[in-house]
T-cell receptor, first 115, second 111 residues
Framework: DVKVTQSSRYLVKRTGEKVFLECVQD?????MFWYRQDPGLGLRLIYF???????EKGDIPEGYSVSREKKERFSLILESASTNQTSMYLC??????????????FGEGSWLTVV | LAKTTQPISMDSYEGQEVNITCSHNNIATNDYITWYQQFPSQGPRFIIQ???TKVTNEVASLFIPADRKSSTLSLPRVSLSDTAVYYC????????????FGTGTQLKVEL
């Protein structure tokens, strides 16, 4: 089975701190994603990457950056955390499928509280 | 990529069939439709995927009419454990996709 592992399940950080959310997938997937989920707003795409060192902005990239130095690892960085970034963050990955649509595999989520 | 629209919520009772419709007016000819299920405090998980007409697996069916402007997820004989949020996603064949989800449908199943 595909496994997407998010390093921290629950975090509490102070306003202004630099925060790293780490994600590792074990299926050699080319594509990796970071989403944010808030009540009533569904899943919102922050950034995605389709190859090592490649990144593309999603719908809400402001206040975030990402890093993909290795194929299996995709990090989300909050340069200076703010209270409005309190949320659940979901990492996901998918293969570069030529014959079918993308099936996305999600991690269990990281609950970040910024105080 | 096509933007998808779903009902915000639906209610049902155990044993009933539930149909959740997703509208995607500008879906491209090579776009796939995929449905995901999410329980509280968990990441979404894959349910079913289709390209056209009908697809069935052990948990659901997916109907995509000829005009492909909408699709319907059908859950036969739901149970309390089917209470979850359901998302549909339109994506192109191949990779490098900006995969954007909609707000999802909250399905509540009662006794």
């Amino acid at each position: 089975d595909v496994k997407v592992t998010q390093s921290s399940r629950y975090l509490v950080k102070r306003t202004g701190e630099k925060v790293f959310l780490e994600c590792v997938q074990d299926m050699d997937h080319e594509n990796m994603f970071w989403y944010r989920q808030d009540p009533g707003l569904g899943l919102r795409l922050i950034y995605f990457s389709y190859d090592v060192k490649m990144k593309e902005k999603g719908d809400i990239p402001e206040g975030y950056s990402v890093s993909r130095e290795k194929k299996e690892r995709f990090s989300l960085i909050l340069e200076s955390a703010s209270t409005n970034q309190t949320s659940m963050y979901l990492c996901a990955s998918s293969a570069q499928q030529g014959a079918g649509g993308n099936t996305i595999y999600f991690g269990e989520g990281s609950w970040l509280t910024v105080v | 990529l096509a933007k998808t629209t779903q009902p915000i919520s639906m209610d049902s009772y155990e044993g009933q069939e539930v149909n959740i419709t997703c509208s995607h007016n500008n879906i491209a000819t090579n776009d796939y439709i995929t449905w995901y299920q999410q329980f509280p405090s968990q990441g979404p998980r894959f349910i079913i995927q289709g390209y056209k007409t009908k697809v069935t697996n052990e948990v659901a069916s997916l109907f995509i009419p000829a005009d492909r402007k909408s699709s319907t997820l059908s859950l036969p004989r739901v149970s309390l454990s089917d209470t979850a949020v359901y998302y549909c996603l339109a994506s192109k064949r191949g990779g490098g996709n900006k995969l954007t989800f909609g707000t999802g449908t909250q399905l509540k199943v009662e006794l």
